[in-house]
């Protein structure tokens, strides 16, 4: 079984598909925000999952939260750290602590769009795809070791809320999936990148994979 600590700052959809897909070999020992007022927690406490608020406008420095955080973290011997819209800028220090052992997911297909605003400026570039990647998180934002990406279409009329909503359906869908992977020990390390074990054929290109 393994310990699974999801990080969250706001409305916490992908935590709720997370909690939600029951996955096997995952025990969710708690959800975490840096916003007392994040909406997600609400939904957790209510599925008996302890939860916790580590305010980052409490901490001096940078490295002062990301301590507290890690703290707070490794008091539930965690396997994975989930990040699911959590919004801060982590220290090199915390991203090495769980280096192989953190995952974030990214609103476009990595390494096209990191940062904020993805969707409207996969429109803006005219792109036809976007999606959604999962990745292992390193010091470089959103520059991490890809473990699975889904792709959709973006459609003609689109704007930036009904593209969100298109990718967000495949976030919910693909998080799981890849923690289920983790939890049953099917990713590894290869030359930095990660492929899925027993499984060659899904290794090189995950679009919208349904295994
Ligand atoms: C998602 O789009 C995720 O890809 C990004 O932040 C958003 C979080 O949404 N990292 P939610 O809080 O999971 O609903």
Redesign the pocket.
């Known amino acids: 079984m393994k310990n699974i600590v999801i990080l969250?700052?706001?409305?916490?959809?992908?935590?709720?598909?997370i909690v939600r897909a029951g996955i096997p070999g995952a025990r969710i020992c708690a959800v975490l925000s840096n916003r007392a007022d994040a909406a997600?927690l609400v939904f957790a406490r209510e599925h008996g999952i302890e939860t916790g608020v580590i305010d980052h406008r409490q901490y001096p420095t940078r490295e002062a939260f990301d301590d507290a955080l890690r703290q707070e973290i490794d008091r539930y011997a965690t396997d994975l750290v989930v990040?699911?819209?959590?919004?801060r800028i982590l220290t090199p220090g915390f991203t090495r602590h769980y280096e192989g052992r953190m995952l974030?997911?990214?609103?476009s297909l990595l390494p096209a769009f990191t940062g904020l605003h993805t969707h409207q400026r996969a429109i803006d570039a005219g792109c036809k795809l976007a999606g959604?990647t999962v990745h292992f998180v390193t010091a470089e934002l959103d520059h991490g070791p890809i473990v699975a990406q889904a792709a959709v279409p973006v459609l003609a009329n689109d704007d930036e809320a009904s593209l969100?909503a298109r990718?967000?359906a495949e976030?919910h869908r693909l998080y799981p999936q890849v923690i289920g992977w983790f939890a049953a020990d099917r990713l590894v390390w290869h030359d930095g990148r990660v492929n899925l074990n027993q499984d060659a054929g899904a290794s090189a290109a995950l679009i919208s994979p349904r295994a």
Request: with cysteine; glycine share 16%; charged share 10%.
């Open positions: 969250i700052s706001g409305r916490g959809s992908n935590m709720e598909a997600g990040l699911a819209g959590f919004m974030n997911i990214h609103p959604c969100a990718v967000l976030e």
